[in-house]
């Protein structure tokens, strides 16, 4: 059976926020007589910015990481699957991977 994950709303919910503090932008800088090009401009940059955001919060949220144990070391890997052989298979990545001290990798 199909099971839905915070993941699968990430979309809709991000675009919602975007777009409502994007048109309250709007409404604020109408109210200061701003050109349409510019506030355009600016709307579009607040709902992009918000929208990504949004859709990094919720990855980060619903994501499992693994860490490499090993002292000093930062490698990890973000597995966005619930899948547990999936999962199971990256945590054993993390553990055994080759080169300690390698930089955040997103799977
Ligand atoms: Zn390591």
Excluded at 25 to 32: S, V
Aim: glycine share 6%.
């Amino acid at each position: 059976m199909y099971k839905l994950t915070p993941r699968h709303f990430a979309f809709p919910i991000a675009a919602f926020v975007g777009g409502v503090l994007g048109v309250d932008y709007a409404d604020e800088l109408a109210a200061h007589h701003v050109p349409l090009l510019t506030m355009v401009a600016c709307c579009l940059s607040i709902f992009a910015t918000v929208y990504t955001a949004v859709r990094w919060f919720i990855e980060v949220l619903s994501a499992t990481t693994h860490k490499c144990r090993a002292a000093g070391c930062g490698f990890r890997v973000r597995v966005p699957s619930n899948d547990p052989g999936e999962s199971r298979r990256w945590q054993e990545i993390a553990a055994a991977h080759p080169v300690h001290d390698q930089p955040y990798h997103r799977v």
